[in-house]
């Protein structure tokens, strides 16, 4: 009975038009990579799973690599969209930190498999898997940076880029190791993780942003100082 069930699953799959065959891959592969990581899964198992031959799975994705890198693009604008559309209305830094860091943890509670999709520790090191993992990184940076820069006066804008790009690489870091350790322990609701995050670096952060806020440096004058009045 089993295997006429599995038959009548691979022939329903097999009907299907290719764009619902490939999402229904993914899907498969998703959550195998996800449970196992990186390493653990093959091709073999991603089809048998999936219904379809691996020459086929072939066809569709090419390699293990782009498979995975299919699955690794599904999570990284799911977790980019969370973030953005939390910051994109905040009126100052400190604001855009809280609900940044609100939707992050909401992101990894609400899809925890996107998470060890996108942040599998067990990937290769080196090569094209890496180098995506880095350009998501890099994006959800940039969004946090932007997000602060635009909060402070423009006329102080250049003078803060640098403590800006130091201040979003720490706060991902922070972010991700706690996220890391809450998945591991769930000793706290993951908005309570947020908040505590928040509490530790939100006075540094406003002290900041207090000090961009102030009128940048005057301008060196061309007039020549008065000790040097009346000399030869």
Known sequence: MNAMVQSTTATTRSRLPRAEREQQVLDIAHAAFAEHGYGAVTMDEVAAAAGVTKPLLYAYFGNKERLYLACMERSG????????AAVASASSPAEALREGLKAFFAFVDGDRDAWRVLFDETLPAGGELTRSVSVYRDRLLALVAQTQL??????????????????SNALLGASEALARWWLRTG??????????????????????????????PEPASDAPSNRHQGAP
Do not use: K
């Open 77 to 84: 604008e799911a977790m980019l969209s969370a973030v953005g």
């Open 150 to 167: 635009a909060l402070i006066p423009e006329h102080n804008r250049e003078r803060a880029a640098t403590e800006v790009e130091a201040l």
């Open 187 to 216: 000793a706290m609701p993951p908005a309570d993780a947020a908040e505590l995050l928040v509490a530790t670096v939100e006075p540094g952060l406003q002290a900041r942003a207090a000090l961009s806020a102030l009128p940048g």
